[in-house]
């Protein structure tokens, strides 16, 4: 049975969870965007549009610098072309406003969100799992999170699932691995890690991307990015849980996003 203090810390948190509106802390993009001081990017997908909002008063005139990536009209709405970065521009006649806008694919990894359980996922010790609630820690979004339930060993014992995937096309782009995360210390120290290799035709890796999550009990994005070697022709993303101390190795995983810019 895991310790008293840390059941109590979680009840805590996940009642502050639910009564907040019952929101979920991980949320996804709005269609508007309010240009500003604390908001000067944003990422989207190939394909979607979103508006700008922006301040500035009186007459106001929109520009991209690469019309090839995104466009923008003259209301501000911004649609992604292609794979890139852009930078939009909002003017009147004395003022000026910039934002960068980088379009990126659609995310790449398959059931990233845990709700088809481990489907697409490759799980060789047979001790993932994934759960709406457990030991009161609730999902970062949309029900469902991964975890290495029960998963314990000798300190620094290792697990973890992964997924394959083809990267065909995007060689020379940059890759950003991107997942929610909990990771539990209470004195255990217990280590959680997202990372992507990228192989050759011969197996070999040729490059990776590699994030080690901190130790927090709430949720935290993490993220990791590299190019893509001109050589690789296989992804596989891998979320790792590091086992050192208590009842189980505490890893909780959600919202595990690949995509390409």
Same mark, same amino acid.
């Given at each position: 049975?895991?310790?008293?203090?840390?059941?109590?810390?979680?009840?805590?948190?996940?009642?502050?969870?639910?009564?907040?509106?019952?929101?979920?802390l991980?949320?996804?993009?709005?269609?508007?965007v309010?240009?500003? @001081?604390?908001t000067t990017s944003?990422?989207?997908?190939?394909g979607? &549009?979103?508006?700008l909002?922006?301040?500035?008063t009186g007459?106001?005139?929109?520009t %991209?610098?690469?019309?090839?990536?995104?466009?923008?009209?003259?209301s501000?709405k911004v649609?992604?072309?292609?794979?890139g970065t852009?930078?939009?521009?909002?003017?009147n006649?004395?003022k000026?406003?910039?934002?960068?806008?980088?379009?990126?694919s659609?995310n790449?990894?398959? =059931?990233?969100?845990?709700?088809? !359980?481990?489907?697409?996922?490759?799980?060789?010790?047979?001790?993932?799992?994934?759960? +709406?609630?457990?030991d =009161? +820690?609730?999902?970062?979004y949309?029900?469902?999170f991964?975890?290495?339930? !029960?998963?314990?060993?000798k300190? !620094?014992?290792?697990?973890?699932?992964?997924?394959?995937?083809s990267?065909?096309?995007?060689?020379g782009?940059?890759a950003?691995?991107?997942?929610? =995360?909990?990771?539990?210390?209470?004195?255990?120290?217990?280590v %959680?890690?997202?990372?992507?290799d990228?192989?050759?035709t %011969?197996?070999?890796?040729? !490059?990776? @991307?590699?994030?080690t999550?901190p130790?927090? $009990?709430?949720?935290?994005?993490?993220s $990791?990015?590299?190019?893509?070697? $001109?050589?690789a022709?296989? $992804?596989?993303?891998s979320?790792y &849980?590091?086992?050192?101390?208590?009842?189980? %190795?505490?890893?909780y995983?959600?919202?595990?996003?690949?995509?390409? &810019?």
């Amino acid at each position: 049975m895991k310790k008293i203090s840390r059941m109590l810390s979680l009840m805590i948190t996940a009642f502050i969870v639910i009564t907040a509106a019952s929101a979920p802390l991980y949320a996804a993009d709005t269609t508007e965007v309010q240009l500003g @001081a604390t908001t000067t990017s944003v990422s989207m997908e190939k394909g979607t &549009s979103r508006t700008l909002k922006t301040s500035l008063t009186g007459k106001v005139t929109w520009t %991209s610098s690469k019309t090839s990536v995104a466009t923008v009209s003259a209301s501000g709405k911004v649609t992604a072309k292609n794979l890139g970065t852009t930078v939009i521009t909002a003017k009147n006649s004395s003022k000026s406003q910039q934002f960068k806008v980088t379009v990126t694919s659609k995310n790449l990894i398959k =059931n990233g969100d845990a709700s088809q !359980g481990l489907k697409y996922w490759v799980d060789k010790q047979g001790v993932w799992e994934t759960r +709406t609630e457990y030991d =009161n +820690t609730v999902f970062a979004y949309d029900s469902y999170f991964f975890m290495p339930r !029960g998963f314990k060993g000798k300190d !620094g014992a290792k697990t973890r699932i992964y997924q394959d995937l083809s990267i065909k096309g995007y060689q020379g782009r940059k890759a950003t691995l991107s997942a929610y =995360n909990r990771t539990w210390t209470d004195g255990h120290k217990d280590v %959680s890690i997202i990372r992507v290799d990228f192989y050759d035709t %011969s197996g070999t890796i040729v !490059g990776s @991307a590699v994030k080690t999550a901190p130790h927090n $009990a709430a949720w935290t994005k993490i993220s $990791a990015s590299n190019k893509i070697p $001109a050589n690789a022709v296989k $992804a596989r993303v891998s979320l790792y &849980s590091i086992y050192h101390q208590g009842s189980e %190795s505490d890893s909780y995983f959600d919202q595990i996003t690949l995509v390409v &810019s």
